[in-house]
């Protein structure tokens, strides 16, 4: 199982920016996937999380309203739309993946990618 995200970058508070997760191997059991991040000195956090079908997602308190996750099955791909961006969302994030039909809710993963840097300047 490999993810790899992409779409980071710097951008300035009040903007937004799009990323994206493709996952490979094993595609042909069904899984649920979800973005993480964590920033210098701070804990990995749940950001957002959906499901196989699509249908049941998860959202942090403080993206909800802003951040919207999608996913295309037929490319394996999932995308985290992030709008009204702010410092406090600068961190590392992390696409995540696990094969279990709980894991969009209870937020436990057992495969990551490598992460993607999103910087938010003031």
């Known amino acids: 199982v490999q993810l790899q995200a992409s779409g980071g970058g710097l951008v300035a508070a009040g903007g937004s920016l799009r990323l994206s997760c493709v996952a490979s191997g094993r595609t042909y059991e069904s899984y649920s996937m979800g973005w993480f991040r964590q920033a210098p000195g701070k804990k990995r956090e749940a950001v957002a999380t959906?499901?196989?079908?699509?249908?049941?997602?998860y959202y942090a308190d403080s993206v909800k309203g802003r951040f919207t996750i999608s996913r295309d099955t037929t490319k394996n791909t999932i995308h985290l739309q992030m709008n009204s961006l702010n410092p406090d969302d600068t961190a590392v994030y992390y696409c995540?993946?696990?094969?279990?039909?709980?894991?969009?809710?209870?937020?436990?993963?057992?495969?990551w990618g490598q992460g993607t840097l999103v910087t938010v300047s003031s």
């Open positions: 959906i499901d196989w079908s699509g249908d049941n997602t």
């Open positions: 995540a993946r696990d094969p279990r039909a709980t894991a969009w809710i209870s937020l436990k993963y057992n495969y």
